[in-house]
Each structure stands twice: as C-alpha cells, then as structure tokens.
C-alpha cells in the first residue's frame, strides 16, 4: 500500500509538508502544488521556491506543473529537471472555469485528441518520467473511458484518478462505479483519489476497489494529519496525545513560516487557514476555531491554541 498527500495550492506547501514529517507519519510521497506561468512566461514564484531542494531536505515531493501547450510544458519541466528531479506530475483535473476555458486542468479532458498529440511531441522529448492526475471527466465521468484505453499507449509512471467530473468542482459524490471501471481500463498504475475522510472509509473503498495500492488524500489529511498512520497502523487516537501533536505541528508550521517570512500579520492569516481544516478535526473544533479566529497576533493565537489543546 502506497500513500500519498495531494496537492492543495496555498496549503501542502514545504511549511506544511516538512511540519507533517516532523511529527507524523504514514505518507509515502508528497504532492507538491501546481507549477503555472506568468502572463510573462516566467514561472510564478510561489510554486518555484516550494519545490526548492533546500525546502525539502527530507521529504520524497513530485512536483506538479500546469500546462497547455508543448512550449510552455517545458519551461516548467525543464526548471524541474534543473533541479534533480527525475519525476512529475500533469495537472488534468484544476476545475475551475477560468482555468480548464483556456484549456488548462480540466479544461483539456473533453478534448482527447488534444491530450495525445500533445503527448505525441512531449514524451520522445522528455527526460523525466511523467505522471497525470486527472478528474473523470469535464462535464460527465463517461469522459474517462475514451481517455483511459488510449493513454496505455504512452510511457506514462502513474494515472490518479480524483473520482468526480470537474463541472461538479468539490460539490456532490465521488462516482465509484465509474472508477471501477476505470480499472480494468488502464495498464498503468492507477491511484485513487478522493473524500477519504476516515479509516472507515479507506478500509471500505480499499474492499471495493481491489488491486488499488496507491491511494492520495487531501483534505481529510488537512482536517486530521494523522490520518495516515491511522490507515497504515490502524491506531485511532483522538485523545491527549492527537491534541499534543496537533500542538507541535502548529509550532513547526509557524516556526518555518515565520523563517521564510517575519511578516507576523502572515504568518497568523496562514495559520488561521490551516486551523479552519484542522479545528473540524476535534470534537470541540467549532468553539476552539471560534476564539482562534479573534486572535489579534500569532502570539495570541498560539496561547489560545496551548490553552484549548
Ligand atoms: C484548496 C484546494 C487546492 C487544491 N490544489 C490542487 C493542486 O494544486 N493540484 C491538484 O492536482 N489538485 C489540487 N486540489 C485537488 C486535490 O489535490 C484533491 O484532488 C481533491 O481535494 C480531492 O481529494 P480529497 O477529497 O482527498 O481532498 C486542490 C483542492 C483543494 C480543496
């Protein structure tokens, strides 16, 4: 069993990634949010420096890059490889209308053709091994099935599959009949992706889906960063000892925010954001999210936090 962290643009960044190291355990592999170029052609310098080696000394990232066209596909790829890489992912699944209506994210899965002739000049160029991470579809997960059989035939490391179609953006189900299908349509190693929110729900997709071995979570890590060596040790621990990690990761976060940047009035509206995933978490999350929202520094917040953990 493989498990990985998604990506989730402004918040599994290196702060967030290298905190989780450093207290918790149980993922495999690091998704690093989406690399995406300027109007300029320069690469947004957010994603450039999270990708940085010297922010990662520990953690085993793949970065991720968002692309429509050969030209701009290796302005990204080739900063990537510039810094030892050997391996990246495709962002296919952005939903967001501005976005996939320039034919980015998602933009490109009701265009099949697109997809391959971009393919067909990419891969003989490429260096690296190349990933997708892809919805099921734009407008419907039937999308997929015209998608899949033909990707067989591209060197591809990894298809992960996040299980809605992008018209749906966060909102609705994950369609599982959909994806079991998916599965026997696919020679590639095929990742799961999607409302894993509980070991309870692991365990019941991993029965579904058998000969699933990679698995990617997001926001149920966000809400509970534990969740991964729940799933791979099967230790639930919601007690004093979640609290007191809970505690220790939000120091390590803000530590390596406040090295990255002094802006203290930042670092505070960061951890605000991180805490309105992490309070839905514990079952008195509501009220502690309520007095962390009023603090004024991140000193305040960080005395409200020891005193409520
Ligand atoms: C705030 C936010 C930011 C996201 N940023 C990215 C991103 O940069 N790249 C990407 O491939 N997916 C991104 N996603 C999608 C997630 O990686 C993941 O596919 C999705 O949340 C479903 O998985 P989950 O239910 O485990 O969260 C983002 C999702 C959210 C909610």
């Given at each position: 069993m493989q498990l990985a962290l998604a990506p989730l643009q402004t918040y599994t960044d290196y702060h967030f990634r290298n905190a989780h190291l450093a207290v918790f355990s149980g993922v495999d592999k690091f998704y690093a949010p989406y690399l995406k170029l300027n109007n300029d052609g320069t690469i947004k310098n957010a994603p450039k420096i999270d990708i940085l080696p010297k922010n990662n000394p520990h953690v085993a990232v793949i970065p991720q890059l968002m692309a429509c066209s050969e030209p701009e596909f290796f302005i990204m790829a080739d900063y990537i490889e510039s810094l030892g890489y050997t391996e990246l992912n495709w962002n296919m699944g952005c939903p967001y209308p501005?976005?996939?209506?320039?034919?980015?994210?998602?933009?490109?899965?009701?265009?099949?053709?697109?997809?391959?002739?971009?393919?067909?000049?990419?891969?003989?160029?490429?260096?690296?091994?190349?990933?997708?991470?892809?919805?099921?579809?734009?407008?419907?997960t039937s999308e997929i099935l015209e998608i899949l059989p033909r990707l067989n035939d591209y060197p591809l490391t990894e298809i992960i599959i996040h299980a809605r179609y992008a018209k749906q953006l966060y909102n609705g189900s994950c369609d599982h009949e959909r994806f079991l299908e998916c599965i026997s349509l696919t020679n590639h190693r095929l990742t799961y992706n999607g409302d894993i929110e509980s070991k309870e729900d692991?365990?019941?997709?991993?029965v579904r889906f058998k000969g699933i071995e990679h698995w990617m979570i997001g926001r149920g890590a966000m809400k509970n960063p534990s969740l991964f060596e729940e799933i791979r040790f099967g230790i639930v621990d919601p007690g004093d000892l979640y609290r007191d990690k809970l505690a220790r990761f939000s120091a390590h976060l803000t530590d390596s925010l406040l090295e990255?940047?002094?802006d203290r009035g930042y670092a505070l509206s960061k951890m605000r954001s991180y805490w309105e995933y992490l309070s839905d978490g514990l079952s008195d999350g509501k009220q502690l999210y309520r007095k962390l929202k009023k603090s004024k520094s991140i000193e305040e917040f960080h005395g409200f936090l020891a005193e409520m953990l």
């Open positions: 501005m976005v996939t209506n320039k034919n980015l994210g998602a933009g490109i899965l009701n265009k099949p053709s697109e997809i391959f002739q971009l393919f067909d000049t990419i891969f003989p160029k490429l260096k690296m091994g190349l990933g997708i991470k892809m919805r099921m579809g734009l407008e419907s692991f365990d019941d997709l991993q990255c940047n002094p």
